[in-house]
């Protein structure tokens, strides 16, 4: 057997992933050989104070302060701020994506302004209008205090932001699942909320839960609104913490919350795009 023939029998793939190998053991080898240079560097000429990092980063004392509020009131508070702001969008934007596919022209322009006007606009500006312009300008209160204004602040962004993943989802669903529901005679707006809206929100969970993401981290723009001691979510929290104490440990500690938060839903976004590239979902 010649070598032109050997090298035909290895698949494609196979040599592929081969030099995708290679290239990976240079690059791990020259992050290697930089991190070398770099400690050497570190401990020869005294670049870095190790007890200065520790005591101003890594307080032990600090850290078993911050405990167990930082569970008990801070994470507690940031979970529900976003499980709120998140349930509102989602009802929300499943309202604007049905609008923005309405035959019905009004519909159309007042949902694709909705959606270009809080997608343009930053959450901040938002949460500013939602706690304090429109209480100032139409002489009423929100009710829920700042779980009810976080809510519909952020909620307004996230639902703007969702729609369009919504419509996009419900676009990707064959338009032949819809005709055959219609076919065997089910209205449109029955076909929509049991066959066609199902599929789409299949297609859209991985985006979906991206958006619960961004919204964990934008509810640390809450402290605009103003908090009590037991309403703090962990960035405000993190930074009353840091002021007592002038360190900075309390952020790296919150840091370490937000991470174990937000990181299983990373992992859990990447198993699913997975598994919907698989067709399993």
């Known amino acids: ?3 032109q023939q050997r090298t035909a029998g290895i698949p494609l793939l196979t040599r592929l992933r081969r030099v995708s190998l290679g290239r990976w053991i240079m690059y791990l080898l020259l992050l290697f050989i930089v991190l070398l240079v770099g400690l050497d560097a570190i401990l020869r ?30 994470a507690k508070n940031t ?22 596919m309405s035959t019905i022209r009004p519909y159309r322009w007042f949902a694709s302004g909705y959606i270009e006007l809080f997608r343009g606009l ?14 100032l300008a139409f002489d009423f209160r929100i009710p829920g205090g700042i ?24 676009e990707a669903v ?13 209205p449109k707006p029955t076909a929509m909320r049991h ?27 809450f402290f605009v609104i ?13 930074r009353d913490m840091m002021n007592l104490h002038r360190n900075t440990t309390p952020l790296i500690v919150i840091a370490f919350v937000y991470l174990i938060i937000t990181l299983p839903l990373t992992y859990m976004v990447r198993r699913l795009e997975r598994s919907t590239g698989k067709g399993r979902i």
Not at 50 to 71: E, S
Not at 206 to 221: A, F, G, H, M
Request: proline content about 5%; charged content about 15%.
């Open 1 to 3: 057997m010649t070598t």
């Open 195 to 221: 066959i066609v809206l199902p599929q789409a929100f299949r297609i859209i969970i991985p985006p979906l839960t991206n958006e619960l993401v961004l919204l964990i981290k934008d509810t640390s723009l």
């Open 226 to 238: 103003g908090t009590t001691l037991e309403s703090k979510e962990l960035t405000k929290f993190g």
């Open 122 to 135: 930053p959450a901040l500006v938002t949460l500013f209008i939602i706690a304090f312009g429109l209480p």
């Open 45 to 74: 000429f005294g670049l870095i104070d190790w007890a200065k990092i520790q005591r101003n980063f890594f307080k032990p004392d600090i850290m078993r302060d911050m405990f167990p509020k930082v569970l008990t009131i801070a």
């Open 79 to 100: 979970i529900i701020y976003t499980a709120a702001a998140f349930t509102f969008g989602l009802i929300l934007a499943l309202i604007l994506a049905l609008m923005k």
């Open 147 to 170: 779980l009810g204004k976080g809510t519909l602040g952020l909620g307004i962004v996230a639902g703007a932001y969702m729609a369009e993943t919504i419509r996009a989802g419900i």
């Open 174 to 186: 064959p338009r032949g699942q819809m005709e055959a529901a219609r076919s065997l005679g089910m």
